[in-house]
């Protein structure tokens, strides 16, 4: 079925929703009901107007951060192109903000929300509340965990995110020595978890073999001879090297370490950061640092300004997750669990409690070198919008 097609049928199963209202009927219902008149005595507060009914949710983490204004865009575009209304609340980084976005949700009557969590764990609760009321819970790009109520999970690779910001160091890095300084997302991001695992799982060797020196943690460095980490290892280097998502956590920390360290621990530096965000704070701390001659550092999300900072040489790479494929796929699961169906599964994450079905997307590497191929020429940002570009 063509996109539009898809759109289409989710507005006519909205529509047989809205109508039907709480009849239980699944999506398969042939033809639009036409709901009985009132009677003339009934108060008309009683039943909720159609467009009142929603049929899908979506609460995502914080405006505050351009990546969740990123979604919020596309998923808008998406939907208002197929002339669909939808409500996406914001948690502002706070979990109880969270559950009771869900909760006005679930009054409102929706059956399926998509759920970017702020806090992996304390977003069970949010769920359990979902399923409580029937209501399918699709986790968006990062993983609820510490419960069974998620029925399905889209998502980037995120263990291949980590792995290409460590694979951009390594091709860059020549010699041995290389000075080298970690960073990680937040700790209640189970994301977090999996985007330095997977850099681990490329950087270890090169620490092992003497191409990279860890400058900045000395829990890193206390497991630098293990290729590969357990839970608790993660959480303990994170625990350290955390940038908690912020832009301001980062530029503070990444400041601290260029304090202590000595003009031998700068030089030719590298360096993994989490996301574009934090990577522009901390490319920024370096940048500033007259002992840093060079800097390689990474990043995520092809955040318009990251963007920028590739084109302008003061950020070398990020990583390109599509939101409009992420975006592309709640939505079939959304249409998927409203037609009574289930949405395609290729992977499962485990979040402590069961194995999560999914379905991950690739993502592309980028830096100047293919910047307009996979950003410009793919329609994902408008040149118009970006300076320095030939
Ligand atoms: C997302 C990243 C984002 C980060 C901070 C992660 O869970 O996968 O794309 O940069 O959160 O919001």
Redesign the pocket.
């Known amino acids: 079925m063509s996109k539009k097609n898809l759109f289409y049928t989710l507005v006519a199963i909205l529509l047989i929703g809205a109508y039907a209202l709480s009849a239980c009927a699944p999506a398969a219902a042939p033809a639009v009901e036409e709901p009985a008149a009132p009677a003339a005595e009934e108060p008309a507060a009683e039943e909720p107007m159609a467009e009142e009914k929603l049929g899908v949710g979506i609460v995502l983490?914080?405006k505050d951060?351009p990546?969740?204004i990123q979604d919020e865009t596309r998923f808008r575009d998406a939907l208002d192109a197929a002339g669909y209304d939808v409500e996406i609340l914001f948690s502002q980084g706070d979990s109880s903000l969270e559950k009771s976005n869900v909760e006005a949700l679930i009054a409102k009557g929706v059956q399926v929300i998509i759920i970017?969590p702020h806090d992996s764990a304390a977003a069970a609760a949010a769920a359990e509340s979902a399923r409580a009321a029937g209501v399918k819970v699709v986790s968006y790009?990062?993983l609820i965990t510490d419960t069974d109520a998620v029925d399905y999970y889209v998502t980037?690779d995120?263990i291949a995110?980590g792995a290409a910001q460590a694979q951009y160091l390594v091709d860059k890095a020549t010699g041995t020595g290389n000075p080298l300084y970690l960073y990680a997302?937040?700790a209640t991001?189970n994301?977090?978890f999996l985007?330095f695992e997977g850099a681990w799982n490329v950087l270890q060797p090169k620490i092992a073999d003497g191409t990279f020196v860890i400058k900045n943690s000395s829990e890193a460095i206390a497991l630098q001879d293990n290729p590969t980490l357990t839970r608790d290892d993660l959480g303990k280097i994170i625990g350290q090297v955390t940038t908690d998502?912020l832009f301001d956590v980062a530029k503070t920390k990444a400041e601290s370490h260029l304090t202590v360290a000595t003009a031998a621990d700068k030089g030719d530096v590298f360096i993994l950061a989490?996301?574009?965000?934090t990577s522009r704070a901390i490319a920024d701390a370096f940048a500033a640092d007259t002992d840093v001659t060079s800097y390689v550092i990474s990043g995520?999300?092809a955040e318009q300004a990251s963007v920028q900072y590739i084109i302008d040489g003061k950020q070398s790479m990020t990583v390109l997750?599509d939101v409009r494929t992420l975006v592309a796929d709640a939505i079939s699961a959304a249409i998927a669990y409203l037609e009574g169906g289930e949405p395609p599964v290729t992977n499962t994450y485990n979040n402590g409690v069961i194995d999560v079905p999914a379905k991950p997307s690739a993502v592309v590497s980028v830096d100047k070198d293919n910047v307009v191929e996979a950003i410009f020429d793919s329609g994902y940002w408008d040149p118009a919008d970006f300076t320095g570009l030939e």
């Open positions: 983490p914080t951060e990546r969740w970017c790009d990062r980037f995120s995110v997302g937040a991001d994301n977090a985007f998502w989490p996301n574009d965000g995520q999300d997750k």
